[in-house]
């Protein structure tokens, strides 16, 4: 049933995955009494254990669901890999109605086209996400930092409910922050994820470690090739502004693992295709050297294979 036939009736909402994010997204839901979904492979119960930035602690059991609970949510938000996102769409694809909102929250850049592609009648909103935490186990999500998010429409259809979504969607990791062009939002994301992930994965260190004044030159040079593309974007500004937000991220987060750390640690697929690759893959776009995000994506292709 459409959104826009539910009168006062509360909007549902769907959340793809029981990752990182996607338990985050749960646990507000949870304590904003939201009507949500997770919809996960097995469908399997699940008792969350969750330890909060004070270490307070809570548990709860998530409401999970099949890709049945797609067809029956207003609001589908994807916080999963970003090479997972294509697919689940195509999996997903009967159930998802052309009146539901799109959600695509996650590392790195390149599935904003492809989703485009896919679902062209859909609403269809980006965001990206500074807070963070991360999964002792799979039943437990510890946070240990909050953030701030950033969220845009990429194509809008509801402009009768446009605030009652955006609402809605600020309340969950806030403060949230609105965009008339996320592009340029999700490009500063891409370049501080662009430092610090491989960076942290192949020298096997937590964020904070990069800090160090022997790192500098690579997160300067990973920096200006970015620029020099964001620039040929026509987005202005100047290096230093990524580079002191990659400095900034790294201050904040400095007892964390990186994702990429983490996924080659446990010998899991990175996103590196969809972050230093898609920088590369914009490069050639333009005719522009990029060596260095050139030679961290082989490092970390070859780490993924040896491993």
């Not at 030159?217 to 964001?230: F, H, V, Y």
Request: hydrophobic share 40%.
């Amino acid at each position: 049933m459409p959104l826009s036939t539910k009168l006062n009736q509360p909007s549902k909402i769907a959340i793809i995955g029981n990752g990182v994010i996607g338990n985050l997204l749960a646990f507000r839901c949870h304590q904003l009494s939201y009507n949500y979904v997770v919809v996960t492979r097995d469908n399997q119960k699940i008792e969350l254990d969750v330890s909060d930035i004070d270490n307070r602690q809570y548990r709860f059991h998530l409401p999970v669901g099949s890709l049945n609970s797609v067809a029956e949510s207003d609001i589908i938000i994807i916080p999963i890999k970003a090479y997972q996102v294509a697919d689940f769409i195509e999996q997903a694809h009967s159930y998802i109605k052309p009146w539901q909102t799109i959600v695509l929250l996650h590392n790195g850049m390149g599935t904003i086209e492809r989703v485009r592609q896919q679902l062209p009648h859909n609403n269809l909103l980006a965001a990206t996400t500074t807070y963070g935490a991360f999964k002792p186990q799979v039943d437990q999500l510890a946070i240990k930092g909050c953030g701030e998010t950033q969220l845009g429409w990429i194509q809008c259809n509801v402009a009768d409910h446009k605030v009652e979504i955006q609402n809605m969607l600020s309340a969950l990791l806030p403060p949230s922050h609105w965009h008339t062009d996320i592009l340029f939002p999700l490009w500063i994301k891409l370049a501080i994820n662009a430092a610090i992930n491989p960076l942290s994965a192949l020298y096997k260190v937590k964020n904070g470690e990069l800090a160090q004044a022997k790192y500098q030159i690579q997160i300067a040079a990973i920096c200006d090739e970015i620029t020099l593309i964001m620039q040929h974007l026509g987005f202005e500004l100047e290096s230093d502004r990524l580079i002191n937000a990659v400095k900034q991220v790294i201050q904040q987060t400095r007892d964390n693992y990186s994702s990429m750390n983490r996924d080659l640690q446990a010998k899991r697929k990175t996103e590196i295709n969809f972050i230093n690759g898609y920088i590369v893959e914009q490069a050639a776009r333009f005719n522009l050297p990029c060596p260095v995000n050139l030679a961290l994506c082989r490092e970390i292709r070859q780490r993924e294979v040896s491993t």
